[in-house]
């Protein structure tokens, strides 16, 4: 029973074997056709693809060869172009030439033509020449004749003669002549000195100011004494920025409900007091706000500078002038000479320059024009070096001023001579404008007291012999004695007595030193 089974077993495993075999070569069958039958395809394809090509890169070669006959004569049209453009060119250099050259011609001939002429007026002028130069020989020789014989009528030769009529009208003249000088000259003095008692008293008369003058604000006013410790605020860091941003000092002492503004420069002492003003009415005091403030002020007085000194130009009835050279006009209004404000004695000096260039017959507009800008200088005289008129000069020639303002500017103070008529007219408008009454505060104890202030601090220093003020103390000169200061020790004396003078005394304006040393060796022969 289990025999049949084991052949059935057998039987199957057999089959199944059989059938393996037989799929496994059926596939290799299979897999060999594929691949056969795949590499004809891939062989055709590729045959294709190289026929393609070379159609691809026929038809390539094909334009290029198109291209580059089209590139070629596109090429050659512009060549020729060209050519018939430069040839075009050249014949029109030519014709030009040509015209060149017959204008030439025509210029030569023209030339030779005038050459030809003046040769021809030369020689008929030297054949004049000639001609007169005999009739002049023949005159001299009649006239030597002429003399001889009224030499041997009077009996004295010619020099004689002359000498003798000479010393006849000298001796009968010479009293008359002297006469007549001495009063020309009594009389000119006498008419030069009523017309200018009259001039003084005309240009007085028709310009009237009023004797009180606006004085610089350096003082400011505070509501109640609690600000003063806003304005310091903690550790002092609103005072220092104040100060720090206007350029000034600021001074908080025991004066009720005041704070003082302290600076040499008007224009930043005027800044200050805005600012400190505008911060009391907003009541915000810090740092950043200071700043702000400080910078708008600024601005706010720099336009006011230049309205003031159109407004002054605009009343003076002036020509135009410098746009900047205005502005330092306006910056005078915040500047004061003992008390007298700058711009409206420059504005007074203008307008009694005027009338007495008027009554002159000159010219009244260039008159007013320098007595306007004779001060200019005091406008910068805070910042820069040098004196006022020194500075006012400098800017009247940087602005294209005429030389005449310059001359007036320059001599107003008696430093240069002065050149013209209107420099004279506005060195005596200046000193009426400083001398009427109530011009200048300073009284004359002041004066007198500086003065000698001056005098005594130049001669503390020993060698000196003496020392005189000049100028209303704008000069010192100080004498030494030469065996005790040499040339060198008079040089560092100056320095000395400069730093003495600026350290212990207050003055406008700059004082200059000299110092004189003089030796004489004296011997009397007997």
Known sequence: MFIPVLVDVGLTVGLAIAGVVVGAGVAVLVTFLINKNAKGRAQRDAKQIIHDAKIQAERIQKNAEIDAKQAAFEARQQAENDIRSRKGELSAQEQKLSLREQAIDQRDTALIQKENALEAKNESLNTRLAQVQKRQEVLDQQ?????????????????????????????????????????????????????????????????????????????????????????????????????????????????????????????????????LEYLIKDGRIQPGRIEEVAEKCKKEVEESCQKYGEDAVFKLGLPRINRELVTYIGRLHYRTSYGQNVLDHSMEVAYLSGIMAAELGLDQTLAKRAGLL?????????????????????????????????????????????????????????????????????????????????????????????????????????????????????????????????????????????????????????
Not at 171 to 193: C, L, P
Not at 236 to 249: F, K, Y
Not at 251 to 264: G, M, W
């Open 143 to 275: 006239i030597d004749a002429i003399i001889k014989e009224l030499e041997k009528v009077a009996g004295m030769s010619t020099k004689e003669a002359h000498d003798e009529i000479m010393a006849r009208v000298e001796s009968k003249m010479s009293m008359e002549i002297a006469s007549y000088i001495r009063n020309a000259e009594d009389e000119a003095k006498e008419t030069a000195e009523a017309k200018a008692r009259d001039l003084l008293a005309l240009a007085c008369a028709k310009y009237a100011q009023d004797v009180t003058s606006e004085r610089t604000v350096s003082v400011v006013a505070l509501p109640s004494d609690e600000l003063k410790g806003r304005i310091i605020g903690r550790e002092g860091r609103n005072i220092h920025a104040l100060e720090t941003s206007l350029g000034v000092d600021l001074v908080v002492d025991d004066t009720p409900e005041v704070i003082t503004v302290s600076c040499f420069d008007p224009i930043r002492r005027e800044i200050a007091r805005r600012t």
């Open 374 to 526: 004779h001060d200019i200088g005091k406008a910068i005289d805070f910042e820069q070096e040098g004196s006022h008129v020194e500075l006012g000069a400098r800017l009247a020639k940087k602005y294209g001023e005429p030389e005449v303002v310059i001359n007036a500017i320059e001599s107003h103070h008696g430093d240069v001579e002065a050149k013209f008529v209107i420099s004279h007219l506005v060195q005596a408008g200046d000193t009426l404008s400083a001398a009427r009454p109530g011009a200048r505060s300073e009284t004359l104890e002041t004066y007198i007291k500086r003065i000698e202030q001056l005098e005594s601090i130049a001669k503390s220093f020993d060698g000196v012999s003496q020392a005189f003020a000049m100028q209303s103390g704008r000069e010192i000169r100080v004498m030494v004695i030469p065996e005790k200061v040499s040339d060198q020790e008079a040089v560092l004396m100056s320095q000395k007595m400069r730093e003495k003078i600026e350290n212990e005394m207050t003055y406008p304006g700059q004082i200059k030193i000299s110092i004189i040393r003089e030796y004489r060796a004296v011997e009397t022969a007997k």
